[in-house]
């Protein structure tokens, strides 16, 4: 019934639906009810062990029989700079004072790796269906050997040049991120915020500039959306926001609220919170500091003096310092159990094909 199956086929789903893989915010569980729903569960990898990674992926297979996606960053590692570190801690200052933490205390880098051989070794060991990579793709020799593990390679672009380029230099399925998606910008190709497309807009001009299937990202979270994209040409849709109030998630109360508070005007690209451009909810610091700037340091260590802000406020039940990633359509998500969203999605977005 679904217009364009290449993405079924190819990953043997029920549903065209990719669950986004949204660090910090869910772990295994999320994954296996999306599964069970029908669609393509994610588990994120950037900021686990692999022993971490190994744990959750045995514990999905355990509790379902379906393809998993292992999501990984694929960024160049910059080195904390003690300058840039140092200001961006005096840039913060007043916010210490005000919550009485020691800035001369120590503090917990902040952890953002990119895939390097302890994962891909892990991939050869775990052979998921689905290995997905945001910032670009591996080295060659990496990807190589993640694809003769048997995984199906997903990437995520932003402009079109970032898709011609994936497409050229390995990738089996293309995600068409637009700007209003939630979460860090797979920019790699780019560093302009400011000319970063939007999902329809960008959508159909990767599917006329690809021959791979294409993976809408960004702004959909019902049955409209999904219809839309595959109107545009789209072989499947990534969801995100849209499951982030679902009793799966590992979000907290408070930011559970901030989310169901959330309007199409909550949301706004910032870099403050990690040193890369992402999109989430507003918060004291975005709004007072950013959401862009200067002063920043380079991904991912301005989260680190961030970390210490965010322990204290959290501790009063506040968001002040706390990276909740949203898409623009965060005022469409709901609180339904995860399997039964994928399916309601899935209906959906079918039931308003079936009306064109």
């Known amino acids: 019934m679904w217009p364009d199956r290449r993405l079924i086929d190819l990953l043997k789903l029920e549903a065209p639906i990719v669950q986004a893989p949204m660090a910090g915010a869910h772990d295994q569980a999320l994954a296996i009810a999306v599964a069970k729903g029908g669609g393509l569960g994610s588990l994120p990898c950037a900021m686990i062990s692999a022993d971490k990674a190994r744990e959750q992926v045995q514990v999905f297979r355990q509790q379902v029989s379906a393809p998993v996606n292992l999501n990984y960053f694929c960024h160049t590692p910059v080195e904390a700079d003690a300058a840039s570190e140092a200001r961006w801690k005096k840039r913060l200052g007043a916010y210490y004072t005000e919550h009485g933490v020691d800035p001369a205390a120590p503090i917990n880098a902040a952890n953002r790796a990119p895939f390097d051989e302890a994962m891909c070794a892990l991939v050869e060991e775990l052979k998921p269906e689905v290995v997905s990579f945001h910032f670009g793709l591996p080295a060659p020799a990496l990807l190589k050997r993640v694809k003769a593990a048997g995984a199906v390679v997903l990437a995520s672009a932003t402009i079109v040049r970032e898709a011609v380029w994936l497409e050229q230099n390995g990738a089996d399925v293309i995600i068409a991120q637009g700007a209003d998606g939630g979460g860090h910008r797979g920019m790699f190709l780019t560093d302009d915020i400011a000319t970063q497309p939007g999902t329809m807009s960008l959508l159909p001009q990767v599917v006329d500039a690809v021959k791979l299937p294409v993976i809408a990202a960004g702004g959909i979270a019902d049955g409209r959306g999904i219809a839309a994209a595959f109107a545009l040409g789209a072989s499947g849709v990534q969801i995100g926001t849209a499951y982030l109030r679902t009793p799966e998630s590992t979000l907290g109360a408070p930011n559970r609220a901030a989310l169901k508070a959330a309007s199409?005007?909550?949301?706004?690209?910032?870099?403050?919170?990690?040193?890369?451009?992402?999109r989430g909810v507003i918060n004291r610091v975005m709004r007072e500091v950013g959401p862009v700037s200067p002063d920043a340091p380079a991904f991912p260590h301005a989260a680190t003096a961030l970390g210490p802000l965010k322990a204290a406020a959290e501790k009063?039940?506040?968001?002040?310092?706390?990276?909740?990633?949203?898409?623009?359509?965060?005022?469409?998500?709901?609180?339904?159990?995860?399997?039964?969203?994928?399916?309601?999605?899935?209906k959906d977005g079918l039931a308003r094909m079936a009306a064109f």
């Open 264 to 278: 199409d005007e909550t949301t706004v690209i910032t870099n403050v919170m990690t040193g890369r451009p992402a």
């Open 316 to 346: 009063g039940g506040k968001t002040d310092f706390t990276n909740l990633w949203a898409g623009q359509a965060v005022h469409l998500g709901g609180e339904l159990p995860a399997t039964e969203l994928t399916r309601k999605l899935a």
